[in-house]
């Protein structure tokens, strides 16, 4: 059974060359002059198209390339926007550091300045407050006098601790808004960094595109036009 197919050997899927058939008369023309006008138009069939799958590959290969060009693009991308993080990271960190150095040196400062003081005083306080809860015999009148005299002094006392421990949250306060500050101050800035960093990968991708879809475009029409005419030569 003859099986006949009027289809090309590309619309059936055949990656093969299309030649002129080569009859007997074909053949022993080749054979007494050494070339016929047949065997001529199947090699100069053969070179064209063979050069214009040659053409068709170097297309494709354009293509890929266009389309590592955008992974590329999308990879440095990736890794500006790794590297920008990594760098706000360090920049957070460092801060952080820096902080509770500050802390630190104010509670040095609180403890010898103001915290040998506010334990005397609370020591004196405490005795005081013990001496007048003290029971015993006391005449009346002495009794009155000493203890509006000494709780006279333990109110002196307590405004003093009182004094201290407001000076001690002053200071760790002023640390803490100064520190809030600055950490706002650098998000802010990390913020506006990431927003400025983005809207340029943006724009540059916007333009990668564009340039890819116009490349694209011009390469498909080419195969196109290659294609149209290999379709003739088959």
Known sequence: EIDVDHR??????????????????????IRRQGESRIAN?????????????ADRAALLRKIQKVRAEKQRFEEWAKARKAELADRQHKQREEL?????????????????????SLDETTKQ???????????????????????KKDR????????????????IDSQRQRVKDIQKEQTEAVARSQAEEAQKQAQGIDRARQRKRQTSKEDLAKIREELANRKGRGRTLE
């Open 8 to 29: 090309s050997y590309a619309d059936r899927g055949i990656d093969k060359i299309p030649q002129a058939h080569m009859g007997w008369a074909a053949t022993g023309i």
């Open 41 to 53: 138009d199947n090699k100069t069939r053969l070179s064209e198209l063979r050069r214009m799958k």
């Open 96 to 116: 952080a550091a820096a902080q509770a150095r500050d802390k630190a040196k104010t509670e040095r400062v609180i403890e010898q300045t103001y915290q040998p």
């Open 125 to 147: 306080a405490e005795q005081l407050k013990a001496k007048i809860e003290k029971k015993g015999f006391v005449p009346a009148i002495r009794r009155v006098v000493r203890g």
């Open 152 to 167: 006279a002094e333990l109110d002196e006392l307590k405004s003093s601790i009182n004094e201290t421990k407001g000076k």
